[in-house]
């Protein structure tokens, strides 16, 4: 997840948790047919080198009969991302049209290795019921089972329910923390508001934005380790603009190239 963690845990658990499993809430923030696309840039020799693309498509369709949400997520280095680490991750994501989710898919292939995590979610008697599979790059496999009583989220849940938050009354060091489901278990990330700034994208426009860093708990190290900071509209899209993220191997950015189909005024376009 450490990858991708640059578009999807993006604004991940701007929302508490609650006592309904399921926990519905209504999206205001997109609709059917948005697009987004971002260049991604790698940091090599003190010189930032275009390496590859990021795209996040969703629409409105059906899950087992039940009206769905899906949204698509892809990652693809170029050849000079592929000279000293290859990335090409592809993720899938259903929820209700009231942001829970409903399965989670992401196929990556990393450096030397390729991994498929899967989540099914089942909310019957309250809670919530998860099923988690993964493949591992040796191509064994392992499930797992839990059963919770809070809201869970998935990488790409994580994207489309945050973007629904009200950050009225933050302040700069405000901290939430939430669980979020792989195919192996669930574990703890922690999102931290770090006030507001401008930022320009790769499409010439600047933008009034938030600035976010995600964060996991290294028993390890025993402290926090940031793994990406976001940059999102200051308006009710809550559209990610720039994201900078630490990977074990150097430092990349994305900035976004296209947006289509948002669903609200972009309000947050400056000068």
């Known amino acids: 997840m450490r990858k991708t ?11 508490p948790t609650s006592l309904k499993a ?12 948005e697009y987004l696309s971002y ?9 930032w080198v275009k390496v590859g693309y990021a795209s996040l498509s969703t629409v409105s369709t059906k899950y087992k ?22 990335m090409r991750d592809t993720l899938l994501g259903y929820v209700t049209p009231t942001l829970s989710p409903l399965y989670f898919r992401k196929g990556a292939e990393e450096g030397d290795r390729y991994y498929v995590d899967e989540v099914w979610y089942d909310y019957t008697g309250g809670k919530c019921k998860l099923k988690m599979h993964k493949q591992k ?18 990488m790409l849940n994580l994207f489309t329910r945050a973007r629904n938050f009200d950050p009225t009354g933050w302040k700069k060091g405000y901290t939430l923390k939430f669980p979020m489901a ?5 574990l703890t990330g922690y999102l931290r508001y770090n006030g507001r700034e401008k930022v320009k994208g790769d499409n010439g426009v600047s933008y009034n934005c938030m600035k976010l860093t995600y964060m996991e708990w290294s028993e390890k190290k025993n402290k ?16 990610p603009v720039r994201i900078d993220i630490t990977l074990n191997f ?16 972009l309000t947050a376009i400056t000068k």
């Open 137 to 154: 790059h040796d191509k064994t496999h392992e499930n797992s089972e839990k059963t919770m009583d809070q809201c869970v989220y998935d």
């Open 22 to 33: 399921q926990c519905p809430l209504e999206n205001t923030a997109f609709s059917s047919g």
């Open 182 to 186: 792989d195919g192996s278990g669930v």
């Open 224 to 239: 926090f380790r940031e793994f990406a900071t976001f940059f999102v509209t200051d308006d009710k899209n809550h559209v």
């Open 39 to 47: 260049n991604l840039y790698f940091n090599w020799k003190f010189v």
């Open 5 to 15: 963690a640059f578009l999807l845990i993006i604004l991940a658990a701007l929302l």
């Open 65 to 86: 009969g039940q009206q769905a949400f899906r949204s698509s997520l892809i990652t693809r280095g170029n050849g000079k991302l592929d000279k000293f680490f290859i």
């Open 250 to 265: 150097g430092n990349a950015k994305a900035f976004v190239t296209t947006m289509k189909g948002t669903r609200n005024p």
